[in-house]
T-cell receptor, first 113, second 109 residues
Framework: EPEVTQTPSHQVTQMGQEVILRCVPI?????FYWYRQILGQKVEFLVS????????KSEIFDDQFSVERPDGSNFTLKIRSTKLEDSAMYFC???????????FGSGTRLTVV | RKEVEQDPGPFNVPEGATVAFNCTYS??????FFWYRQDCRKEPKLLMS???SGNEDGRFTAQLNRASQYISLLIRDSKLSDSATYLC??????????FGAGTRLFVKA
């Protein structure tokens, strides 16, 4: 069964540093998403990406965040100047269509210290 | 009113029981609806999409009532492996998806 692959599985970073979270979506999927889940809380939408551009973003996705599809297969989330409250599980997801449902990767646990 | 609201539970049921979860959403322009399950510290996994006509997949039945802005999930003949958190998810225009906080289910032997 096709998978969404995320790396690394766990990243520890110092406050103020930049991190890049990487995702390889399923190859024939056209819609890509990033979500985060703070421990014990609900899954929160960050951003959706289609046709090489952001199609929707949440209030959380401010200037600290950016997404990129650098080479047609990878999909990255960059978090600049990390804060303690950025510590969370970050999930990438992809879908064939916008309303069919998405496949999630296993997530990157980001710990900011 | 929360965008997507679910009873957090937990629901504690014996094996073989039938259990139903409900979910309400606030945005009447919502266009797509899903149930996901999430095991502890794992990623959400798509259980089923939900359509106005209702849909069934084995022991699982989902219903959507657009007029009442209400979604339901029925699990029949519960198995131990059904123990998880069930997430109601609503897609709005512009490819934004809103997750409910989830309903926890424990199925006991």
């Amino acid at each position: 069964e096709p998978e969404v692959t995320q790396t690394p599985s766990h990243q520890v970073t110092q406050m103020g540093q930049e991190v890049i979270l990487r995702c390889v979506p399923i190859s024939n999927h056209l819609y890509f998403y990033w979500y985060r889940q703070i421990l014990g809380q609900k899954v929160e939408f960050l951003v959706s990406f289609y046709n090489n551009e952001i199609s929707e973003k949440s209030e959380i996705f401010d200037d600290q965040f950016s997404v990129e599809r650098p080479d047609g297969s990878n999909f990255t989330l960059k978090i600049r100047s990390t804060k303690l409250e950025d510590s969370a599980m970050y999930f990438c997801a992809s879908g064939r269509t916008s309303n069919y449902g998405y496949t999630f990767g296993s997530g990157t646990r980001l710990t900011v210290v | 009113r929360k965008e997507v609201e679910q009873d957090p539970g937990p629901f504690n049921v014996p094996e073989g029981a039938t259990v139903a979860f409900n979910c309400t959403y606030s945005n009447s322009a919502s266009q797509s609806f899903f149930w996901y399950r999430q095991d502890c510290r794992k990623e959400p996994k798509l259980l089923m999409s939900v359509y106005s006509s209702g849909n069934e997949d084995g022991r699982f039945t989902a219903q959507l009532n657009r007029a009442s802005q209400y979604i339901s999930l029925l699990i029949r003949d519960s198995k131990l492996s059904d123990s998880a958190t069930y997430l109601c998810v609503v897609g709005t225009e512009g490819f934004k998806t809103i997750f409910g906080a989830g309903t926890r289910l424990f199925v006991k032997a």
